[in-house]
């Protein structure tokens, strides 16, 4: 089964920085798209970043210039460096993978356990 694994998550003045990872394992056969989301509390869940294979980008508008996703595709691993971080950047972040498995026919997302990022003074 294939299985995602984040870290990095923490505590931080507004202006700080941390960085996230996620580390995916399994029976992959190719990635199509890595991803973070997160999920304040009494709002629904929002996609932050995005990276197709190829290396095309999205970004919430409200994190632009101020994050940045990025890969390492040997080791199955995304990463999410947030800098200048703001109070209403505070929520759990999520991995998310859109992949083929090995003798898969058709792709499938998966998700990783979550990590609290929280931005206080």
């Known amino acids: 089964q294939v299985q995602l694994v984040e870290s990095g998550g923490g505590l931080v003045q507004p202006g700080g920085s941390l960085r996230l990872s996620c580390a995916v394992s399994g029976s992959i056969f190719k990635i199509n798209f890595m991803g973070w989301y997160r999920q304040a509390p009494g709002k629904q869940r929002e996609l932050v970043a995005r990276?197709?294979?190829?290396?095309?980008?999205n970004y919430d508008d409200s994190v632009k210039g101020r994050f940045t996703i990025s890969t390492d595709n040997a080791k199955n691993t995304v990463y999410l460096q947030m800098n200048n971080l703001k109070p209403e950047d505070t929520a759990v972040y999520y991995c998310?993978?859109?992949?083929?498995?090995?003798?898969?026919?058709?792709?499938?997302?998966?998700w990783g356990q979550g990590t609290q990022v929280t931005v206080s003074s």
């Open positions: 990276i197709a294979d190829g290396g095309s980008t």
């Open positions: 998310n993978v859109d992949l083929f498995e090995k003798k898969g026919l058709v792709p499938y997302d998966y």
